[in-house]
């Protein structure tokens, strides 16, 4: 057999962990990897460059070094479509064909609220968090404003662990400031019980973290539009000089224009081994895609790392004729930090785990910050 032209779309979580399982077990395989940009952000870390913990240098990795090492060769690229049943990939820059084809270009958020340009979005990368910070420090007084919103077609397509962490995180930081009399914090969302798929008890312990600290809730009402002047929900309005809010999730927007399946709500639809359904060796890891799993299946870089390493094992057994296989483990886990302490939460299909805000639990989402970037650079 020829050596296999092997392409990855995407430069994040799951693209980088592609690419070093693909040269563990397939040395010899051609890379082909298509992305905008040859750089890495490690968007975990976004939620501490508001208050100052960092700074948006320090989470950009170029990738240069990194493709040389596992010899990769980068196409700056956009993608706008994917056609002939995932062997043709169309780009700004061109047409590129390939045996095999792994989608990593992750989601992108759903914008269609009236004012959504007065609410800033943290995970949009490190442009937004400096503004967020900006904004804050120039808040003399007023009222802060933070929620995340959901895909109604696709409930898990959600991202609301940061914005619980950011809103934690600004509280204590404020404190510390001896800013927080000065400014009030409100929390806002659909639900009556938002991050749900973190598990009950994690649930109930994050409510509970926010009457502890003195944040105003605003839950079961679903917000209608943003203003200068705040947020307008279902059971009436929310006055804020700062609007920060996690809209939900979909798919690429390329996907409109290529011939792959798509979910409801607007993902790549795959099956339990990360399979794009109906194609031959086109696989999806991260938040582009959508499985089959529980519910509260994660959008999150670990569950985007585990699908990668599926993706990768069953990729290289089609190009060798062999049935797919692998299954990327249903996972959550994370640490819902706030500033100088962090609370763990662990959920399985089997178990669901939640550990108090401790001290210790901030330094270890340090440590894992910088043991992953370490990987990378």
């Not at 937004?128 to 802060?144: C, F, K, N, T």
């Not at 390493?309 to 990729?315: D, E, I, S, T």
């Amino acid at each position: 057999m020829t050596t296999p032209e092997i392409c990855i779309l995407g430069a994040g979580f799951a693209a980088l962990t592609a690419v070093r399982e693909l040269r563990e077990h397939a040395p010899d395989a051609r890379i082909t990897l298509i992305a905008p940009h040859a750089e890495f952000i490690y968007l975990p870390s976004l939620i501490w460059i508001p208050t100052g913990l960092r700074r948006g240098e320090q989470l950009r990795v170029p990738l240069g070094p990194f493709f040389a090492r596992h010899e990769v060769r980068h196409v700056p690229a956009s993608v706008t479509a994917v056609l002939d049943g995932g062997r043709r990939v169309v780009t700004d820059a061109g047409e590129y064909r390939n045996d095999a084809l792994l989608i990593a270009t992750g989601g992108r958020f759903i914008k269609k609220l009236p004012g959504i340009e007065h609410a800033l979005t943290l995970c949009e990368g490190i442009a937004a968090a400096e503004r967020i910070r900006e904004r804050v420090l120039a808040m003399p007084r007023g009222r802060i404003a933070v929620g995340f919103g959901a895909n109604p077609a696709e409930p898990s397509a959600v991202r609301g662990g940061p914005m619980f962490e950011l809103l934690f995180g600004l509280e204590r930081w404020l404190r510390r400031q001896k800013r927080r009399e000065a400014i009030d914090l409100a929390f806002f969302n659909a639900a009556t019980e938002p991050g749900k798929r973190l598990g009950e008890k994690a649930v109930k312990a994050l409510v509970a973290q926010m009457h502890r600290r003195g944040i105003d809730t605003h839950l079961g009402h679903k917000p209608l539009s943003f203003s200068e002047h705040g947020v307008r929900t279902e059971g009436g309005d929310i006055d804020a000089e700062l609007i920060l809010f996690m809209p939900g999730l979909t798919g690429p927007a390329w996907l409109a224009d290529s011939d792959l399946p798509a979910s409801p709500g607007g993902f790549i639809q795959a099956d339990s081994h990360c399979a794009v359904e109906g194609r031959d060796a086109v696989f999806v890891a991260g938040d582009a895609g959508s499985y089959p799993g529980p519910d509260w299946l994660p959008k999150q870089a670990h569950m985007a790392d585990l699908q990668a390493r599926a993706a990768v094992h069953n990729l290289l057994a089609t190009l060798d004729g062999r049935p797919a296989t692998a299954t990327p483990k249903a996972e959550l886990i994370c640490i819902v930090d706030s500033y100088d302490s962090g609370m763990l939460v662990y959920r399985s299909p089997r178990r669901s785990l939640m550990l108090p805000p401790a001290r210790p639990l901030h330094w270890a989402k340090r440590y894992f910050e910088s043991h992953y970037l370490r990987a990378i650079r």
